[in-house]
């Protein structure tokens, strides 16, 4: 399929590190289109979607993604996450979008106090959002996590209000799959390394797919993701293009 | 007007970085902490002499941006 009039807009803070590699794993290994967009735009440009690539923005000061919530393109962005725009938030992103409260829930220091960076296993626990159309009931995927706070945290109520709606898309999980204890790297709650709102268009996930979107990378798994939400997109156009001819 | 803003961790919320403190303060013999809790103070200069305006500012900062109501609690004081 043809992606290239897909429009995908890269949030950059001063601090954002994988704005590159998410461009290029956007261009370059599939083929879509990307801008970057600069913290202080206050109106987004005409885009399919938005990531907020993962980094250290405003040098994690305060909390993670505490300052760079109050962007003047955060607002954008949460007026285009309301419209139903896809909003894909890695890493940093994810804490980002917490803070802003396009998510719930916060992010605490890793368990371990540690900066982790390595591969992990997760499973895949919701494959009917738009980020994970390509993805297999129950799959595993091999994914790098980089972080010192992926210690995921809410109230007990919220938590259970996010089982209930399936709004946990990724657990960490062993090789084959089993959710334990020791295969959570930071100690995030029921192991959770990514979710989304309860509509669905918005996602935060710990691991990096951009730095997994290639074999030459030892690693192709992460491409699924951008491969499913470009999908998404390009249905989307195709469904607005019947209705406008009809 | 000179105002300080402390911000802890709720009870109940895991605090690795207390528990480090912890075992590093047991490691130089001091056996009888029983528990530590890492927060954060933050002093702020402010331009009002109103007290008032100054205790309704910090409320809403600390609700804004310098507490996380989902995980901390924020507590502040002001120092003529």
Redesign the interface.
Known sequence: MNHSAIRIGILVFPGSNCDQDCHYAITQVLGASAEFVWHKTETLPSLDAVVIPGGFSYGDY??TG?IAR?SPVMAAVARFAKDGGLVLGICNGFQILL?AGLLP??M??????SFICKDVHVWVDNTATPFTGRLKPDQVLRLPIAHAEG?Y???QRTLASLNAQHQVVFRYCTPDGRIIPDANPN?SLNSIAGLSNSRGNVLGMMPHPERSAEAILGNAAGRLIFQSMLDSLQTARLSMKAAVQA | MKARVYVTLKRGILDPQGQAVLHALGSLGYSGVKDVRVGKLIELELETSDRPKAEADLKTMGERLLANPVIEDYRFEILE
């Open positions: 305060l909390r505490s109050f803070e829930g916060v605490l220091r890793n368990h371990s106090l210690n945290y809410t109230d100690g």
